[in-house]
């Protein structure tokens, strides 16, 4: 079981959890509390979140430098600062609630969009991935976790955050 979540910077908008194993499972939640129950109950291995724990001195992590340098378009974490803070937070919610510690990366939606040339639920279906998205806030998280499979499948290079490896590469 893997999942991913894109995160809300405030209790008054959702967030959106999908797990995926040999189903797909979205679910919308406002607190962390209900994301931990979520974890408690799906178990997963492996979580990819919209947003990282690291933050530089700069703009920039040396990782979103990197990953600047390669061409890629993303939001640094330096920009998310309520998000960073909320997912502080919930790793050290989890780490208290939890009887096992799942690993966390770091994945955009956009990248992972783009690598696997996902801008569907049709082409989410032809990797594998079915199941009821309800818009694109939904349809991120599943990139997520879509990004977590590859990650788990050791196809992905690491700029701080997870590109999956291209499907024309494959």
Known sequence: MI????????????TRVAF???ELDVHSVETNAEIVELLDEYQPEVI????????????FTS?????????????PNSHQE????????????????????????????????????????????SIGVEGDID??????????????RFYSQGQYEEYGVV???SLDKA
């Open 82 to 125: 309520k998000k960073v803070e909320r997912l502080q937070s919930l790793e050290k919610h989890i780490k208290h609630k939890l009887g096992y510690i799942p690993e966390f990366i770091r994945f955009e939606p956009q990248i992972t969009a783009r690598e696997l040339m996902l801008d569907d639920e049709e082409a989410l279906s």
């Open 135 to 148: 818009g694109a806030r939904e349809f991120d998280a599943v990139l997520g976790a879509v990004t977590a």
């Open 20 to 22: 995926l194993d040999d």
């Open 48 to 59: 990819a979140f919209d947003v990282g724990t690291d933050q530089g001195k700069d703009e």
């Open 163 to 165: 590109v999956p490896e």
């Open 3 to 14: 999942a991913g979540v894109i995160l809300s910077d405030s209790l008054d908008r959702e």
């Open 63 to 75: 990782d979103e430098q990197d990953l600047q340098d390669e061409g890629y378009i993303f939001t």
